[in-house]
Antibody, heavy 122, light 106 residues
């Protein structure tokens, strides 16, 4: 049974770095890609970036300068680090399993975690 | 690619049929997915490739369209269908979502 679970601090100070972990089960990180998606309250979701099954990454250009995605396949975990946080980074952060073909953008999200709420505030 | 969803809010009664529109700012072929969001639950993929039902999606859901105009239709609404729905394009980076449609019970 495919499961994804996000974890991390609920509160981050402005200008600091956010670190989140996505722990997956029911599939292998070397067979499937995993994305991070965030959603400010009352707004639509925003795709942040992807960890490919081969260890490569793809990022949303709007966040690329602040964002890093990595993984530990032995622990079935994907990590997100984003620096220089501001109040408009407040929202719910999700990890997703990606489904598609080839090595391109054409992947949708067939499983989602429940999300972790992150508040940026002093 | 900007995704414009309408309406943002929709009220309907069980048994009725509803349609939600999603328009892309440029052609995305059929690289469009629809998701359902409910409180306390993980988001659920309903439809991908514009019209292909994900395994487990009830047949009362259908998707149509290609290019720039897409529609999600739900026939004979059931109580479990009242939720928020999002469209998402995956034709090109960055992957982008619509702003959502909240479907409420009338």
């Amino acid at each position: 049974q495919v499961q994804l679970k996000e974890s991390g601090p609920g509160l981050v100070q402005p200008s600091e770095t956010l670190s989140l972990t996505c722990t997956v089960s029911g599939f292998s990180l070397t067979s499937y890609s995993v994305s991070w998606v965030r959603q400010p309250s009352g707004k639509g979701p925003e795709w942040m970036g992807r960890m490919w099954y081969d260890g490569d990454t793809a990022y949303n250009s709007a966040l690329k300068s602040r964002l890093s995605i990595s993984r530990d396949t032995s622990k079935n975990q994907v990590f997100l680090k984003m620096n220089s946080l501001q109040t408009d980074d407040t929202g719910t952060y999700y990890c997703t399993r990606d489904r598609g073909r080839g090595y391109n953008s054409r992947y949708y999200f067939d499983y989602w975690g429940q999300g972790v709420m992150v508040t940026v505030s002093s | 690619v900007q995704m414009t969803q309408s309406p943002s809010y929709l009220a309907a009664s069980p048994g009725e049929s509803v349609s939600i529109s999603c328009k892309a700012s440029k052609s995305i072929s059929n690289n469009l997915a629809w998701y359902q969001e409910k409180p306390g639950k993980a988001n659920k993929l309903l439809i991908h490739s514009g019209s292909t039902l994900q395994s487990g999606t009830p047949s009362r859901f259908s998707g149509s369209g290609s290019g720039t105009d897409f529609t999600l239709t739900i026939r004979s609404l059931e109580s479990e269908d009242f939720a928020v729905y999002y469209c998402q394009q995956y034709n090109e980076y960055p992957l982008t979502f619509g702003s959502g449609t909240k479907l409420e019970i009338k």
